[in-house]
């Protein structure tokens, strides 16, 4: 199996995600969802959100009881507690440890949170749970990393560039060296 073709196998979509913490969320914030409501919540018309949860029922992650409510089955529970784990192992990862910004941060968290496996959730959380550690060698880590400055000059300190090929990181290195001085 050809690894790009595990994206295809992944167990759920981002959209149908977004679909199970949607129902997550309100059974959080008002005890009940409907359709209408989860359609209001994703901002998309109650006819799309309407068959999207009828799919989301014949793959076994929602149920809908007598008066038509609909809950997430314990699968999709435990599916949509595990993304929910992602998005916020990401963003803390991307804004906290790389500084990518706050809104960026939430952007590409969000479009990955639902392709992790567990493997890497869980190795993320040791990860990040170290990082936090209030002792002297990761202290000195994190004062060395915010620190660094990194400028690319090719393949012989870059970790990426190869001959012919080189990183963005030094591509705009070159542009900038290119600009006629004024
Ligand atoms: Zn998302
Ligand atoms: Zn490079």
Redesign the pocket.
């Known amino acids: 199996m050809k690894e790009w073709k595990e994206f295809e196998n992944n167990e759920i979509s981002h959209s149908m995600a977004h679909y199970l913490m949607a129902i997550q969320e309100l059974h959080k914030r008002q005890g009940y969802a409907r359709v209408t409501d989860v359609a209001k919540e994703l901002e998309i018309t109650a006819g799309s959100a309407s068959v999207s949860i009828k799919k989301l029922r014949a793959d076994g992650w929602v149920e809908e009881d007598h008066n038509r409510f609909i809950r997430l089955s314990p699968e999709g529970e435990r599916l949509a507690h595990e993304i929910h784990i992602n998005n916020r192992l990401f963003v803390a990862f991307l804004s906290e440890l790389l500084h990518v910004s706050e809104a960026q941060a939430q952007i590409d968290a969000c479009k990955i949170e639902h392709l992790l496996s567990s493997e890497t959730r869980e190795k993320m959380l040791r990860f990040m749970t170290y990082i936090h550690e209030d002792n002297k060698v990761v202290k000195n880590f994190r004062h060395g990393w915010n620190d660094y400055h990194f400028d690319?000059h090719?393949?012989e300190d870059?970790?990426?560039?190869e001959d012919g090929e080189?990183?963005a990181?030094?591509e705009k290195l070159t542009h900038l060296m290119d600009q006629p001085k004024g």
């Open positions: 690319c090719g393949p870059c970790l990426v560039c080189t990183c990181i030094h």
